[in-house]
């Protein structure tokens, strides 16, 4: 079975935190769920969803689901001993992208996330700020240097989505392909034609 971890912070864009988790939950692997007390409250405050209820709904389905007190360093994934076949940090705050990109994490999440550096586990990150100053540059560079992939939540317009959920689901698609997970969420191009 595939073995997942998904982060979530405190930027804004849970929406696409959510649709990753469900689509994911819909597929029979293990999620590693890891949430900073920021990404809880701005998951609360965009969605309108409970981040525990959201998790009770998620569980419900195909996966198997395990969350993570982001303080409790004595878990499975902060040890590279706990082999995972890709991470994905979405939405990623700057803040936690300094933190991952200076080796200061201090939390689960970013330590998680080290130690996918550090054993060159797959690891996509979904930076949002705008605009994007000097230091989250160089931290994103830094963190692409070492192997990650920076993939900010740009919309895909060439499919020409007319609706929200569209727009979403070809970024979260393309999150999930960046991870080694193929699905039909986003459009594939081909040379300007329909599909
Ligand atoms: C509604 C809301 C939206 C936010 N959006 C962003 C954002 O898009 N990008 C960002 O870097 N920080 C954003 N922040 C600030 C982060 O939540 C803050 O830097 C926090 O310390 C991040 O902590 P974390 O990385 O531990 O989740 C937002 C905060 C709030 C309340």
């Not at 597929?27 to 409250?41: N, P, S, V």
Request: overall charge positive; some cysteine; aromatic content about 8%.
């Amino acid at each position: 079975m595939k073995r997942y971890i998904i982060g979530v912070t405190g930027a804004s864009g849970s929406v696409l935190a959510k649709r990753v988790l469900s689509y994911l939950s819909d597929t029979q692997a293990e999620l590693h769920i890891i949430a900073t007390d920021m990404g809880r409250k701005v998951f609360e405050y965009e969605t309108g969803i409970p981040w525990s209820q959201f998790l009770r709904s998620v569980s419900q389905n195909k996966a198997e689901i395990h969350s993570y007190d982001n303080k409790d360093m004595f878990a499975s994934v902060a040890s590279g001993s706990f082999v995972t076949d890709a991470m994905m940090i979405v939405p990623c705050s700057m803040a936690t992208a300094a933190k991952i990109a200076t080796g200061t994490g201090g939390n689960l999440l970013c330590r998680a996330a080290d130690v996918c550096l550090k054993e060159k586990t797959k690891l996509v990150i979904s930076p949002r700020e705008a605009p994007l100053n000097s230091i989250h540059l160089r931290n994103l560079l830094t963190l692409s240097e070492n192997g990650s992939i920076i993939l900010p939540p740009v919309p895909m317009f060439y499919a020409k989505s007319e609706d929200y959920n569209g727009l979403i689901d070809g970024i979260a698609g393309r999150i999930l392909k960046s991870a080694g997970i193929e699905n039909d969420l986003y459009t594939k191009w081909n040379n300007g034609k329909e599909m």
